[in-house]
């Protein structure tokens, strides 16, 4: 499986960005689960969203309603909506997909075994 992020970029606080992952490969339209991770310098990677194929979702605390996760079974991809963006924010958003037998998904970064390269998200005050 191989996943490809876009739709990073540079916006001032309290912007937009929407992030988009393509997956290609191998594909289990059945049970999947796509996900947003993100990383700051000098920080741990940490869970922002999941979406598993029945369309249930997950978000992390910090989330707070401004981030939606959707996704496209047709296409595979699954995007990254992101609004009231703060310096916070900022940091490398990484793709990930997992094929777990039971159809959960969970927001932990080993529960994942595919990954994108990531994508830079700079949020300037």
């Known amino acids: 499986v191989q996943l490809a992020e876009s739709g990073g970029g540079s916006v001032r606080s309290g912007g937009s960005l929407t992030l988009s992952c393509k997956a290609s490969?191998?594909?289990?339209?059945?049970?999947?689960?796509l996900a947003w991770f993100r990383q700051a310098p000098g920080k741990e990677r940490e869970p922002v969203a999941s979406i598993a194929a029945d369309d249930s979702a997950k978000y992390a605390g910090f989330v707070k309603y401004r981030f939606i996760i959707s996704h496209d079974h047709s296409r595979h991809t699954v995007d990254l909506q992101m609004t009231n963006l703060t310096p916070e924010d900022t940091g490398t958003y990484f793709c990930?997909?997992?094929?777990?037998?039971?159809?959960?998904?969970?927001?932990?970064?080993?529960?994942?075994?595919?990954w994108g390269q990531g994508t830079q998200v700079t949020v300037s005050s």
């Open positions: 490969g191998y594909w289990d339209s059945g049970k999947y689960c």
């Open positions: 990930a997909a997992e094929y777990p037998g039971n159809g959960h998904c969970v927001l932990f970064a080993k529960f994942y075994d595919y």
